[in-house]
């Protein structure tokens, strides 16, 4: 629980941090609404081919998906992108804030769209989701790929060290933010990508409302995790991660891998928790040739 609470700090830092000092509020008509369930859920298709559905991690709206990565990964596939209840133009609902719940959700939203079945792709949060949709829902899934995956959160957690610096509320929010974003990438990789950071975080991100990040905080520390239960994915599996990734240490992806069967990992030098937005064409290229 004390690493989920640290990440709900820190991530309100960086919203803070995105709003006030990187960014404002826009409107956006490319976003579409469909109801799921108890909610009204914010989501955008784009392309043609399998649906490939991906899942947002912890914090985040569907906006922090890149341009770059949309247009590359829909230009194979049927591509769809939305906001976890509570989040960005989703509404919150009625029902509790599980992560079993945001995988029903996410097949709620399929189920809408008249999508039988999809391939998944879940970062960070959104991993433990989409383990939770393979796990609740096999039939909905081709292949899965889990990106900064873990199956509990404190058999491989961040070093004392990482936890420390997330957990240093010093400064202004933007100072906190910016402390934040330094552990998604590795130090060198960082300090020669400052304009790339721009891109990534320097825009609007729309709705993150702190209560909401609460609720996910609270869906991730009562996760039961997914560890014993890794053998029933039979889905053709992906685990990706960072080599470099000190948020969720890589041994949790190789961990991931020897359990989970008929799965393949893939490790990036030097590639930290954001690896996506580090190798771009790399990371596309990888999930394009595996899902073809």
Not at 29 to 51: A, C, E, F, T
């Amino acid at each position: 629980m004390k690493i989920i609470m640290t990440c709900a700090l820190i991530t309100m830092s960086l919203s803070t941090c995105i709003h006030e000092g990187f960014c404002g509020e826009t409107s956006d008509n490319k976003d579409s609404l469909i109801q799921v369930g108890d909610i009204l859920m914010g989501y955008r298709s784009y392309g043609n081919g399998h649906p490939l559905v991906m899942i947002m991690g912890y914090g985040n709206t569907m906006r922090l998906w890149e341009p770059g990565l949309i247009q590359a990964l829909s230009s194979h596939f049927k591509l769809i992108i939305f906001d976890n209840r509570g989040m960005g133009n989703t509404e919150v609902g009625q029902r509790p804030f599980t992560l079993e719940q945001f995988a029903d959700d996410t097949v709620g939203l399929m189920d809408a769209l008249g999508i039988r079945q999809a391939h998944v792709l879940g970062w960070s949060m959104g991993a433990l989701i989409a383990e939770e949709v393979a796990l609740r829902h096999p039939g909905k899934v081709n292949k899965l790929i889990l990106y900064a995956a873990h199956c509990d959160a404190n058999l491989f957690p961040p070093t004392p060290e990482v936890i420390q610096k997330l957990t240093d509320l010093s400064g202004s929010p933007r100072e906190q933010g910016l402390r934040f974003i330094s552990t998604l990438f590795p130090p060198d990789w960082l300090r020669s990508n400052q304009e790339r950071i721009k891109e990534i975080f320097y825009h609007p991100l729309g709705n993150i409302p702190p209560e909401t990040m609460n609720k996910q905080s609270m869906a991730i520390g009562k996760w039961k995790g997914c560890c014993d239960r890794l053998g029933e994915i039979k889905n053709s599996t992906l685990v990706i991660t960072g080599a470099d990734d000190i948020l969720v240490p890589p041994q949790n992806a190789n961990y991931l891998a020897g359990k989970i069967p008929d799965a393949q990992l893939v490790s990036y030098e030097n590639g930290g928790h954001g690896l996506m937005f580090q190798y771009p064409e790399k990371f596309c290229g990888k999930v394009i040739d595996f899902l073809k």
